[in-house]
């Protein structure tokens, strides 16, 4: 039962770690984009105002600079959020295989036990049998000394 929990939680930060990694290349798809719109948007204004190619190019690239900083820092996010999981990942790996420990280390000590309650009761039978025997000799010997 333990084990089950143990795998729905980590099947659950399984599937937030494969969230993240589809964050991750949402990110890098909308920066492709992004670099593509903008790269159309150069050879547009070319076409229809006939501006010096430098000027134009100059303003693009500071625009397209503002926008892979923009998904820079959501890429970083998006990562930091991927070392998180994993980190929890690890965590949770060491808390399973402490709770197995645990586990197994019960169980030994729950052998032992009933080892041990399996034992006393043969020496419990043993002494009732002693006993049983000891009254025996005890009205044999008051039978005879009555005699």
Known sequence: MVEDQWR??????QQ???SAQLE???????????????LLAVMKLREE??????GVLG?????????????????RRVES?????????RALTQMREDEQRQCLKMQEMNVELQQRQTEQEKLLAQRDDV?????EVNRANS???SS
Do not use: F, P, Y
Request: hydrophobic share 35%.
């Open 16 to 18: 937030l770690k494969q």
């Open 81 to 89: 959020h991927n070392l998180v999981l994993k980190e929890q990942v």
């Open 49 to 54: 105002h006939h501006m010096d190619s430098l």
């Open 8 to 13: 729905v939680t980590l099947r659950e930060v």
């Open 59 to 75: 303003i693009m690239a500071g625009e397209m600079e503002k926008e892979k900083a923009s998904h820079g820092d959501e890429m």
């Open 143 to 145: 039978g005879s000394w």
């Open 24 to 38: 991750l290349c949402k990110a890098k798809l909308e920066v492709s984009a992004s670099e593509e719109r903008h």
């Open 131 to 135: 006993s049983s025997q000891l009254q």
